[in-house]
């Protein structure tokens, strides 16, 4: 595999959950919850219902390969559908040890209601592409998961086109299942991850995480929690503030997360090798359209408010230009950084060190090259107050 494509390859994968979180974002706008497509009914339970309407699977085990979820879990889930009644079994007559499966009439009900509500859902978050880019994407999804060997069903899922092909993508990469890519990485503790590694130059707190990721607070902390007491994160205590909690991923967290990701990017090249160079850079274009406006981690509300630009945590392994290079170079590797942007262009940055003894400023330096007074002042407050 080329250097680049590799590259690439690991963009991709982080652009495919970033949309995962823009999809919630968008769910808990329309009022619909970030977890579940209607009442009740997760997007997990959504799929099952779906693929035994789309007449895909008619027992346990069809199920379980078709939705991408271990047999036990698969079990369990039909059980909790049959105790609310939206499915009911049969015995199998060609197999006595089988049943078979089928949606009863408030399944049928609660299925369109999830259908309708995640139509909504993946038009609000497409939006920002015209429908010719839509059109051209959907070719791309729908070569991708070809490569990725995803079985194609009878009808679209959700009656969206592009869904249905992330459908297909998703029941491979197993976001529908317990784990991701067949590791023992959880969904919920991959977004969490993905938020430390980006911003490792950054001392998040759990509330940076919280502000982030499309999960509720409560199961933030769980899984923060679960992933510290597995030794993937460390708590530190804060530069500036000795009170607040420092999250980071450990040695073994980023040993854990590298063998992850090596086993992902292995999967999805199977797919992404099928494309051309120009087919991978335009689907890149496209996933980096739609997820432009997430939320970034430990500039608060207030401070953004007082400026004309856009502050947030500077990544310093992704310069979009030589501008940026030139100023991130500047600032070297202290321990706290912000940019400024205005649109796409970073316009200033500003980073700082911290006294590991006392927790005082110990030095900070401001790159400039076109922001006003008033905005270095925001900068310089946003770093300080996060």
């Known amino acids: 595999m080329k250097s680049n494509r590799k590259s690439q390859y690991n963009e991709l994968h982080d652009l495919i959950f970033e949309f995962q979180r823009v999809q919630r974002f968008k769910g808990a706008e329309l009022g619909i919850g970030h977890d579940q497509l209607g009442e009740g009914l997760?997007?997990?339970?959504?799929?099952?219902?779906?693929?035994?309407?789309?007449?895909?699977?008619?027992?346990?085990?069809?199920?379980?390969?078709?939705?991408?979820?271990?047999r036990s879990w698969m079990s369990r889930m039909v059980g909790g559908l049959l105790d609310r009644g939206l499915l009911q079994s049969r015995p199998d007559p060609e197999d006595g040890r089988s049943k078979i499966l089928e949606l009863t009439r408030e399944g049928e009900k609660q299925l369109l209601k999830a259908e309708a509500n995640a139509k909504e859902i993946f038009t609000q978050s497409f939006a920002t592409l015209s429908a010719t880019k839509q059109k051209e994407l959907e070719k791309l999804l729908s070569a991708f998961a070809d490569g990725l060997g995803a079985r194609k069903f009878?009808?679209?899922?959700?009656?969206?086109?592009?869904?249905?092909?992330?459908?297909?993508?998703?029941?491979?990469?197993?976001?529908?299942?317990?784990?991701?890519?067949?590791?023992?990485?959880?969904?919920?503790?991959?977004?969490?991850?993905?938020?430390?590694?980006?911003?490792?130059?950054?001392?998040?707190?759990?509330?940076?995480?919280?502000?982030?990721v499309s999960f509720d607070m409560s199961t933030v902390s769980r899984?923060?929690?679960?992933?510290?007491?597995?030794?993937l994160i460390e708590k530190n205590q804060g530069a500036s503030d000795k009170r607040s909690v420092a999250l980071s991923l450990s040695r073994e967290g980023e040993s854990v997360f590298k063998a992850y990701r090596k086993q992902a990017v292995a999967i999805l090249?199977?797919?992404?090798?099928?494309?051309?160079?120009?087919?991978?850079?335009?689907?890149?274009?496209?996933?980096?359209?739609?997820?432009?406006?997430?939320?970034?981690?430990?500039?608060?509300?207030?401070?953004?408010?007082?400026?004309?630009?856009?502050?947030?945590?500077?990544?310093?392994?992704?310069?979009?230009?030589?501008?940026e290079s030139t100023m991130l170079k500047r600032l070297g590797?202290?321990?706290?950084?912000?940019?400024?942007?205005?649109?796409?262009?970073?316009?200033?940055a500003v980073g700082a060190d911290f006294s590991k003894q006392d927790g005082s400023l110990s030095e900070l330096?401001?790159?400039?090259?076109?922001?006003?007074?008033?905005?270095?002042?925001?900068?310089?407050?946003?770093?300080l107050k996060s």
């Open 333 to 348: 590797n202290l321990q706290r950084s912000v940019g400024a942007y205005k649109g796409s262009k970073l316009v200033a």
């Open 154 to 212: 009878k009808k679209h899922r959700s009656g969206h086109a592009l869904g249905f092909q992330l459908g297909r993508i998703s029941s491979i990469i197993g976001i529908y299942g317990r784990t991701l890519f067949g590791t023992e990485i959880t969904n919920t503790q991959l977004h969490i991850l993905l938020i430390l590694d980006k911003y490792r130059n950054f001392p998040l707190q759990i509330s940076d995480i919280d502000q982030c």
């Open 269 to 323: 090249a199977k797919g992404l090798d099928e494309l051309s160079d120009a087919q991978l850079d335009k689907l890149l274009s496209y996933y980096r359209d739609i997820t432009a406006g997430l939320p970034h981690p430990g500039v608060r509300t207030d401070h953004v408010r007082r400026s004309r630009l856009t502050l947030k945590p500077l990544v310093k392994s992704e310069p979009s230009a030589r501008s």
């Open 365 to 383: 330096t401001l790159v400039n090259n076109g922001a006003d007074l008033k905005d270095c002042k925001a900068l310089v407050d946003a770093l």
């Open 223 to 231: 899984t923060v929690q679960s992933l510290v007491d597995d030794g």
């Open 42 to 70: 997760s997007y997990t339970e959504e799929s099952v219902l779906f693929v035994l309407d789309a007449g895909e699977a008619t027992n346990v085990k069809d199920l379980s390969e078709r939705v991408g979820l271990e």
